[in-house]
Every structure is written in structure tokens, then in C-alpha cells.
């Protein structure tokens, strides 16, 4: 089993409760953490063997461009279709965290980690 971490994917997007976030919008970063069977990879050099980091990004990009009040929802949208487009995904992780939140104070970063198996 092995662990692939794309980290650090900075977008710029609308999620948020309040009306302003929606419109506003602030940067996001997101982590993604994907357990999956590599060996055939590893022998052949073949990347049709393993997945393909730039579909992932391509994948989390396009759901962060969709409105949603939640990180929750994002963070699931994520992996379903994550689990979807990548079967041989064992489990993976996403971490979403959105940077300045308007809680009323100086806040660097809110956080939300969901996990599938």
C-alpha cells in the first residue's frame, strides 16, 4: 500500500454561510491524502498504472468552484468524486482549510478533515 499527498492546492473560491463570503470569496487550501495500491506502477514506470496527480487536481479543482455554504459538502463532493473517477483509491483524506474567516477576530485558518475507507 501506498500513500500519495497532494498538498498545498491553493484556489480561490465562494463557500461560506454569510451572503458576503459568496460573493466576496477568499483563498482555500486543500490537502489530499489517497492510500492506493501502487505496485504496478512501480515495476512497469507506467503512469496509466497509478493515478494521476494532475486529474486529481483537475478533480478537486472543479468541485471547489461550486457554491457551497459547507466545507463539509465540498469536502465530500471531493471524495465521491475522487472514489468515483479513481477506483483503486483504498481510503483517502481530504483537508480544506479556509484561510481569514470571518469569525469576528484575527483567525488564520478554519480546517475540516473528512476521511472515506
Not at 53 to 62: I, N
Not at 80 to 106: C, D, E, M, R, Y
Amino acid at each position: 500500500m501506498s500513500i500519495i499527498s497532494i498538498e498545498g492546492m491553493e484556489f480561490f473560491a465562494y463557500h461560506g454561510c454569510f451572503k458576503e463570503e459568496q460573493i466576496i470569496g477568499t483563498k482555500f487550501l486543500v490537502d489530499l491524502i489517497i492510500h492506493t495500491d501502487t505496485t504496478e506502477a512501480e515495476i512497469s514506470d507506467d503512469l496509466s498504472k497509478t493515478i494521476n496527480y494532475q486529474q486529481v487536481y483537475q478533480l478537486v479543482q472543479k468541485e471547489m468552484m461550486i457554491k457551497s455554504k459547507l466545507l463539509e459538502n465540498v469536502g465530500r463532493r471531493i471524495l465521491n468524486s475522487l472514489k468515483i473517477n479513481f477506483p483503486q483509491t483504498k481510503k483517502a483524506t481530504v483537508k480544506i482549510s479556509k484561510l481569514n474567516p470571518p469569525l469576528g477576530g484575527k483567525i488564520k485558518n478554519v480546517s475540516l478533515s473528512i476521511e472515506i475507507i
